[in-house]
């Protein structure tokens, strides 16, 4: 049988598969000579041109920033700003707690808050009794964060004006200058330092006296006589916080707002400062506030009365009782001599009505109260009155209330 041996030619464009093993140890070395070439290049290139490991590492002071260039200020401009460094460490925030009781009677801690400030270096801050009425403890905290405990020396009722006394553990803060509240012009330049809404400590915002010489109803018994008008921004919680003029003293306590939706409509009313230098001076010297009085009691005339009794007058204070002693039984006023009804009320008639105090008109009783509230007792007024149809002038000696 014949048998035939094939043997494969390589194509053309192929490449055969199979070598001899001489030429497969050949063409590993070269591989391998070719590879330790690159790598020893490669190496050297790096030492000599690569990124090197510093020699040592310390650590270099950072450039000092650039200082802040000051801002380029008016001249009311920079007198705000010295007048709010002068005075808002000595603004007071002021803390104050108490407890309620809820429909079961379960106690409910109730806190408030406000503005004062300091007055002087025992201690003592201005506020409004609004603010610390009822409180069963009071926390004061001035510029400078520190909290004191307050102690409450006394109030004022009727201006509402409060006074507490800090123990100030050596700590040196300056009390604000107080100005005089006489000669303000509307017009003149104002500024208000409190904490609105007990949370924005030391805001200051600024505006003008818009009126003077209001008497502003605060409460059922209460009143701000001649009050400063301002449109300075004052929010709750600025009661009690000092209203400054451009010298940087208190003209004012800021504490009350016409505020149809509940926060400031640029109409703050504040406190004349003599008002509460004369009620700050009683409650430290004497512990109490001396009020004038004429020692009588008296109702408002309205015009139906007055054509009953047939008076020549249809506005005034009819004087019903006389205190006996008292500075109006010593200077002859006379109280009523009969009683009637009129209506469901009864009026003691015969007395003498009073129609104006040192020439000024008294056309209520809120308006006698609102002049004898600028008197002190001691003092002796010119009271108008009206007798058997008469006017007559009568001096009277006023007496402490």
Request: charged share 15%; aromatic share 4%; proline share 5%.
């Amino acid at each position: 049988m014949l048998l035939r041996r094939h043997v494969c030619v390589p194509q053309e464009g192929f490449t055969a598969m199979a070598m001899m093993p001489e030429e497969k140890g050949r063409r590993a070395f070269r591989l391998l000579a070719i590879g330790a070439i690159i790598g020893l290049g490669a190496y050297w290139a790096g030492s000599r041109y690569g990124q090197h490991e510093p020699a040592s590492v310390s650590a270099v002071p950072a450039a000092a920033p650039a200082a802040a260039s000051e801002p380029t200020l008016d001249a009311t401009e920079s007198e705000n700003v010295r007048i709010y460094k002068q005075a808002s460490p000595s603004v007071a925030n002021i803390l104050t707690k108490t407890v309620e009781y809820d429909f079961f009677y379960n106690p409910v801690p109730v806190e408030g808050a406000g503005s004062g400030f300091l007055i002087d270096t025992d201690g003592h801050v201005l506020t409004n009794n609004h603010v610390v009425q009822g409180a069963q403890t009071v926390e004061v905290t001035f510029g400078d964060h520190v909290t004191y405990k307050a102690k409450f020396i006394g109030a004022d009722n009727l201006n509402d004006i409060a006074l507490l006394q800090v123990d100030l553990k050596g700590h040196k803060l300056t009390p604000l200058p107080l100005g005089d509240s006489r000669g303000l012009l509307v017009g003149q330049r104002v500024l208000a330092i409190g904490n609105p809404f007990g949370v924005f400590q030391s805001t200051l915002t600024t505006g003008v006296v818009s009126s003077l010489g209001r008497t502003v109803q605060t409460g059922e018994s209460t009143f701000i006589d001649e009050a400063i008008q301002t449109d300075a921004a004052i929010n709750r919680g600025n009661s009690g916080g000092p209203l400054l003029n451009s010298h940087g003293e208190v003209i004012g306590i800021n504490t009350a707002i016409y505020a149809p939706t509940g926060t400031s409509a640029g109409i703050g009313f504040a406190i004349p400062i003599n008002t509460a230098k004369r009620v700050a001076q009683d409650l430290i010297t004497q512990g109490r506030v001396r009020r004038a009085t004429i020692g009588a009691e008296g109702r408002t005339l309205w015009p139906d009365l007055a054509g009953a009794l047939n008076l020549p007058v249809q506005q005034g204070v009819l004087i019903e009782r006389v205190v006996p002693g008292g500075p109006a039984a010593q200077a002859g006023i006379r109280g009523g001599n009969r009683s009637v009804l009129a209506g469901l009320r009864d009026l003691r008639i015969g007395g003498d009505v009073i129609t104006a105090i040192n020439g000024e008109p008294v056309n209520s009783q809120s308006d006698l109260n609102l002049l004898l509230n600028r008197a002190r007792p001691g003092d002796t007024i010119s009271l108008t009155i009206i007798r058997d149809g008469k006017k007559m002038n009568v001096p009277v000696k006023l007496g402490e209330g």
